[in-house]
């Protein structure tokens, strides 16, 4: 069943990027562009609704930072979570992550269908990590908040869709002071201190089309509700054209070039550290379950690696043991001298024991390359908020 699912989520992918000709594909587009176009009128008036106040957010007297983007995935926004945790954790604030858990399995409900439909006892969050200790495994909090959470070990994650909730579980049971809130932009229910949203520079509104026809979640001109903006995966060169659109959207919104840097190599089954210098002139097989594969392939090619083999799977998903076993003897009869994956794939392998060819992942960082002292003042203005705002009109 999971491989069905995962085939049509292929199927239409390639219908919406344009990936599978012919007629019925055609077809299939101009149907999901017709709903696309509703899509959009549903999206603008539920903001209105929030707008006008008919739907109301809920303050928590919590400073509360959303990170987010307008489309779906693939925007590299982990690691910059991870910045921003880092920093303010830095500056003296007290950090809970809030994430939704994307494809996650939670545990079974202990509550019964009754109490269930009378919101009687709602299930607390998972607590994937409570600042001290990582509590759940990769399937049951999902593959970006446990890597989280492994990687940030002071830190609370906590995983719900109701994001209010667990808030609240953060500020009471855990004394958190800032909520980062991860892909929050269009969670409206929980009142923002500030939107930071994410813009790959790389297909910046992703093919131009709202779900379902193509991969926006919101028009580009709601990039109007951004506090700053970080135009990922950048390499350096001018990103002149992309900031007067971005302008043409929001003109006030502070920007900041960044890319994610590789840092170095880290062997999935021993946790061995080896430089990058390793993949210069080697033979690789590359496999990953990403939104955006050319651009981790292309990095492997950059560092110098010369890709033999490289396996794609869906966004998300979760390795088996045959699957890897497959991938992994394939590498071995064409003598490849190791297998390299993304941070986030390898959270979702099952255990594996020593191989006949070692599996490492790329471990990244974000590197600030234009925006340095907006960056600064970013943090500063959360971590040192002014002291003439009363809290009342800081929170409101």
Not at 130 to 151: C, F, I, R, V, W
Not at 304 to 325: C, F, S, V, W
């Amino acid at each position: 069943m999971g491989r069905s699912l995962e085939n049509l989520e292929q199927f239409a992918i390639d219908v919406i990027l344009e990936r599978r000709g012919g007629a019925r594909a055609a077809l299939l587009r101009s149907f999901l562009y017709l709903l696309s176009l509703i899509y959009e009128r549903l999206v603008q008036f539920r903001l209105f609704l929030y707008r006008k106040r008919i739907f109301r957010e809920r303050a928590l007297g919590c400073l509360v930072i959303s990170i987010g983007n307008l489309t779906v995935g693939g925007t590299g926004k982990t690691p910059i979570v991870e910045k921003f945790a880092r920093a303010l954790q830095k500056g003296g604030r007290h950090v809970a992550i809030l994430s939704r858990g994307y494809k996650s399995v939670p545990r079974p409900s202990k509550r019964g269908l009754l109490a269930k439909l009378r919101g009687d006892n709602p299930d607390p969050p998972r607590v994937v990590s409570d600042g001290k200790s990582l509590l759940l495994d990769s399937l049951t909090a999902g593959d970006e908040p446990y890597m989280l959470a492994h990687n940030l070990k002071s830190v609370a994650v906590l995983v719900d869709k109701d994001r209010v909730k667990s808030g609240l579980f953060a500020i009471e049971k855990m004394n958190a002071d800032t909520l980062l809130l991860d892909d929050g932009l269009q969670y409206l229910h929980l009142k923002h201190r500030l939107d930071i949203v994410l813009i790959d520079r790389q297909a910046p509104f992703g093919n131009e089309f709202l779900l379902p026809r193509g991969t926006l979640r919101e028009p580009p001109r709601n990039l109007r509700r951004a506090s700053y903006i970080f135009i990922t995966k950048s390499t350096g060169e001018s990103n002149e054209q992309l900031i007067k659109r971005i302008r043409r959207y929001n003109r006030t919104a502070e920007i900041i070039e960044c890319a994610h840097k590789p840092l170095h190599l880290q062997n999935v089954v021993t946790g061995e550290i080896a430089p990058l210098e390793k993949l210069r002139g080697a033979f690789i097989g590359s496999i990953c379950a990403i939104a955006v594969p050319d651009s981790f392939e292309d990095g492997l090619r950059k560092l110098g690696a010369k890709i033999e083999i490289a396996k794609r799977y869906i966004d998300h998903h979760r390795y088996t043991d045959a699957e890897l076993r497959s991938f992994i003897n394939r590498c071995i009869r064409r003598d490849l001298e190791m297998v390299v994956t993304t941070e986030k794939d390898a959270v979702r392998f099952p255990l594996l024991a020593k191989t006949e060819v070692p599996i490492f992942f790329l471990r990244v960082e974000i590197e600030i390359l234009s925006g340095h002292e907006t960056w600064e003042h970013c943090v500063a203005r959360i971590c040192k908020p002014q002291p003439l705002l009363t809290p009342e009109r800081f929170f409101a």
